[in-house]
């Protein structure tokens, strides 16, 4: 491996490091206002509520791996052609096709473990979650009224 291929896939990982991260946090943001209504309805304790996101961190990651690949392939080969380094390495008789099938060559594998890691890893902590989430929290929920189906279809009749 060269000095150059050492160089992209450095930055290459720096930028999903910090992609992954930032999806994650943005992810369970998101996810903690959609639900923070449930979790105060429900009088859960904050430390349920930490328990509960650390159980479905693993699912977070799962769900945000491939999008930080491909952020992280964006950014490594944007910033090379920000720095005039891509064109510096074409000079140098690498091509472009080189520097892509680098990058190929380690998100295959990123995806066969983000494979692996979602077959093996993701399902036990989502069922414990799931199963501490219904036995260690009796949520008090406030009875909805369901809206009628033919409230909002009549039903036999069409608008003429």
Request: glycine share 4%.
């Amino acid at each position: 491996m060269r000095l150059l291929d050492r160089y992209v896939l450095r930055r290459f990982f720096q930028f999903f490091v910090f992609a992954l991260l930032a999806s994650v946090v943005i992810f369970v943001t998101v996810d903690s206002t959609e639900h923070l209504d449930k979790f105060i309805d429900a009088k859960v304790p904050y430390r349920f509520v930490l328990y509960y996101y650390y159980l479905y961190l693993p699912y977070i990651i799962y769900l945000t791996v491939p999008v930080s690949v491909l952020l992280a392939t964006l950014f490594a080969v944007g910033g090379l052609v920000y720095r005039n380094e891509l064109t510096a390495m074409q000079s140098a008789g690498y091509s472009l096709w080189r520097i892509l099938c680098l990058l190929m060559l380690v998100a295959l594998p990123l995806s066969g473990a983000t494979l692996v890691f979602g077959e093996s890893v993701v399902p036990p902590p989502i069922w414990n979650g799931r199963s501490s989430t219904k036995r260690g929290c009796a949520r008090r929920q406030v009875r909805r009224p369901r809206a009628r189906a033919d409230s909002i279809f009549r039903s036999g009749r069409t608008s003429s």
